[in-house]
């Protein structure tokens, strides 16, 4: 039997309905824009703004509505995240790992383990996680496992990387292997003396994140924290597509997000080209033309993304192979061509821009160096694979979490 929700966990505001949430999240990117440049410059960890994701209600917006959470729709939780990207993307990716494995929960969790870790999200609590290994085959050979104990309970001893949002996180979703070689996911309190979270985390891009280095020891989780996930891929499921539709969110946020602002440099510190004839740079028709195309690949993106999230929605409504093989596919397409157009455009704005927009002061280069960043979670050579087939000879995606 689970026991009662923390009462020491933070309060936070619930929201209501869709509409709710997207209001709230329009609210929040405004305020994380502000110093967005500033935190990646400096390395300075958003502690204090992913503080105010909690007390907003944002990241409880996923939980179903018998429980008392909006239970949003894959539409609406989409949006929510291009809005966070278009402002700071690191901000964006930090709870994505939340929300996926609270989408665990929510599909493979028994009714009081749903009944107490829901309770726990909508009074603020974070999950982050302890996923991904280094030095193993591939990246689903994972040597992390939950050894049993006599009298009931698992010790878990490993080291994980990469492991955005751990470091603050209030609970940790760690992936591990059963005596039976399935994977399962315990969930531990994250002041547990036996996990150390290592800000360690060095990329060009995404600086603050913290995607550092969580090291096990010892780690106890009783029963009543482990729950299956290996059984989430015996049928049909959207367990990939939720999580892959996020990321592809979020690098459609970081395009918006360079676009914006190459629009703005331009109008405020661009000169004209002298052959242009003109007295500003947003009368050159060159660069006119050049914002239209950016404009068109950015509009195409977010379209393939909203239409993503929609299949989602709908295979949710009437899930079987067919239904979930269509949504997989809409947002592998979605994911490959955000990832595209994320780079495109955060490179493209120094063209826009001119040398000037290169400085160090202004910190432009942060758009490039988190679209790169971020779009090496996965590789979407493969998504456009299985478009490929299925074009080809009508062949359904497989069934693992990346698609």
Known sequence: MAPPANPDAPHAYVIRDDAEALAVAAGLAAE??????????????PRAELDRLSDSGLLAITVPAEHGGADVSAATIAEVFRLLAAADPNIAQIPHSHFVYVNVLRHQGDPEQRKFFFGEILAGKRIGNAQSEIGTKNLMDYRTRLTPVEGGGYLVNGTKYYATG???????????????DKLYVAYAPADDPGITVVDDWAGMGQRTTASGTVHLLDVAVPDDRVVPQHRTFDGPQLYG??????????????????????????????????????????????????????????????????????????????????????????VAAAKAYSDRAANSLAGALFEVAGTRSSLDTFNLHRHWRNARTHTLHDPVRWKVQHLGRAALTGTLPPRHGLL
Request: charged share 25%; net charge negative; aromatic share 6%.
């Open 32 to 45: 994380f824009a502000v110093d967005a440049a500033e935190r990646d410059a400096t390395r300075r960890l």
């Open 166 to 180: 751990a470091l603050f996180a209030h609970w940790i979703a760690i992936l591990a292997r059963g005596e039976d």
């Open 241 to 330: 597509a939720f999580a892959q539709v996020l990321h592809a969110a979020i690098d459609v946020g970081i395009a918006e997000g360079a676009l914006d602002e190459a629009a703005h440099f331009v109008r405020t510190k661009t000169r004209p080209w002298f052959e242009a004839g003109v007295e500003t740079a947003v009368e050159d028709p060159l660069l006119v033309q050049r914002f239209g195309e950016l404009s068109l690949e950015l509009r195409a993106a977010h379209a393939l993304l909203t239409t993503a999230a929609r299949e989602i929605d709908t295979a949710a409504a009437a899930l079987d192979d067919d239904s979930a093989g269509r949504a997989s596919l809409a």
